[in-house]
């Protein structure tokens, strides 16, 4: 049986083309006075669904990187190390190019993807509409997590306390986001209360509230932990997704109006791409903070715990986050958010037996921004070593002796 947006989507093309050519760019009486670059901050990242390729524009509305020649782009995200990540629903892969749009890793034969991110630990979370499942697969394409039985899900994103939330659109005009923890138990559930229609999109805000993007209910809605809508922004022809922003305002891909608007916490117009060819997604770009810088000794003892500090710089000043992998197979959840150049202190036992660890660590802003790895290499003792107050004690057992045995040097 046909899915039933697949349905809508060609609906909503048709459309589109017939009203393409009447939108224009807010910005284009500027735009041959100003041109910015690659991967700048404040440049925007879409996805257009009808012209095949993957986008990014400047605050003018131009175009300064493009990857064009895809089938059915659904999802592009930004990596930290410059590259792109892109779901390509139609030719069923997620691939990774460096910014001369060669491909530098892909996972192929996938069930009608929806959606792709890079996790901390290096694994990428994807969403297989087709097979109703999310899961989790290693640099070699190895699932190493999974939940399966979803209801058409269309989105999902690893949480710091390392559950999962995911959209699931269900059949229309039903459909629910929920959190799912790692063995895939759902512990919340927004449902009935919203009165959820066709959503597509869910992010979890900094301030715990769930943002989520409902395609045939026209709106975006911030919803508090029991389901309570708190803010909305109604009236859109056909959302696909969106994002709050640094700056409080939240960043729509507005799919039937063919444009990328964004709109303040009054729902007012501040931003908007238009012209484009069936937007599904876009982000804003934000540079990543720097490596984080660990400290701590050098050498460790096997049941001993130690401090390590961990500290970086966030190139907007945003607070930020710290994921550890201690190098002996534990790691930390994201700790923080903690202040741009804050010293952060993090313990750890080592109990498992090897020659050298390899401390890694990397930070994420509040805007989900990661940095580069930061690495710090330690090795395990394995001499005896006397503690000073040890060698005292036993000075003075010696010198009791000598007194004893009348013995003087």
Request: glycine share 8%; proline share 4%.
């Amino acid at each position: 049986m046909k899915k039933i947006i697949l349905s809508i989507w060609i609906y909503t093309v048709i459309f589109m083309f017939v009203s393409f050519g009447l939108s224009m760019n807010i910005y284009d009486n500027e735009e041959l006075l100003f041109s910015g670059m690659f991967n700048e901050i404040g440049n925007t990242l879409i996805a257009e669904f009808a012209n095949h390729c993957v986008i990014e524009v400047d605050s003018y509305g131009n175009i300064v990187w493009e990857k064009t020649g895809l089938n059915v782009p659904q999802d592009a995200e930004r990596l930290p190390n410059g590259n792109t990540l892109i779901t390509d629903y139609g030719d069923q892969v997620v691939i990774e190019v460096d910014k001369n749009g060669n491909e530098v890793w892909n996972k192929s034969r996938l069930n009608l993807p929806m959606d792709a991110e890079r996790l901390p630990n290096g694994n990428t979370l994807i969403v297989e509409y087709g097979a109703g499942s999310v899961i989790e697969v290693d640099i070699n394409g190895n699932i190493v997590w999974q939940i399966t039985k979803l209801h058409q899900p269309m989105d999902a994103e690893r949480l710091p306390n390392g559950n999962t939330l995911i959209a699931e659109t269900e059949l229309y005009p039903d459909g629910r986001v929920i959190e799912v923890d790692s063995a895939g138990g759902i512990i919340w559930i927004v449902w009935e209360k919203t009165g959820l229609d066709g959503p597509v999109d869910a992010e979890r805000l900094d301030n715990g509230n769930t943002l989520i993007t409902e395609h045939t209910g026209k709106r975006v809605i911030e919803v508090d932990k029991n389901g309570v809508i708190i803010w909305q922004k109604s009236g859109l022809l056909m959302p696909s997704d969106a994002e709050r922003l640094f700056n409080g305002n939240t960043l729509i891909a507005e799919t039937g109006a063919n444009r990328v608007i964004e709109v303040d916490s009054t729902g007012e117009n501040k931003w908007i791409k238009s012209g484009l060819h069936y937007p599904v997604d876009a982000e804003r770009i934000n540079q990543p903070p720097d490596a984080p810088i660990i400290d701590g000794p050098n050498t460790v003892k096997i049941g001993v715990e130690y401090n390590f500090t961990f500290s970086t710089e966030d190139p907007e000043n945003d607070n930020m986050s710290y994921y550890i992998d201690w190098g002996d197979g534990t790691h930390s959840d994201w700790l923080g958010p903690y202040n741009s150049g804050e010293t952060v202190i993090a313990k750890n036992t080592w109990n498992k037996k090897k020659k050298t660890y390899e401390i890694k660590a990397k930070a994420k802003d509040i805007y989900e921004a990661e940095s580069d790895w930061g690495i710090f290499t330690i090795t395990r003792s394995t001499n005896y070593q006397v503690s000073q107050s040890k060698v005292k004690n036993l000075k003075n057992i010696l010198f009791l002796k000598l007194i004893k045995n009348k013995i003087f040097i």
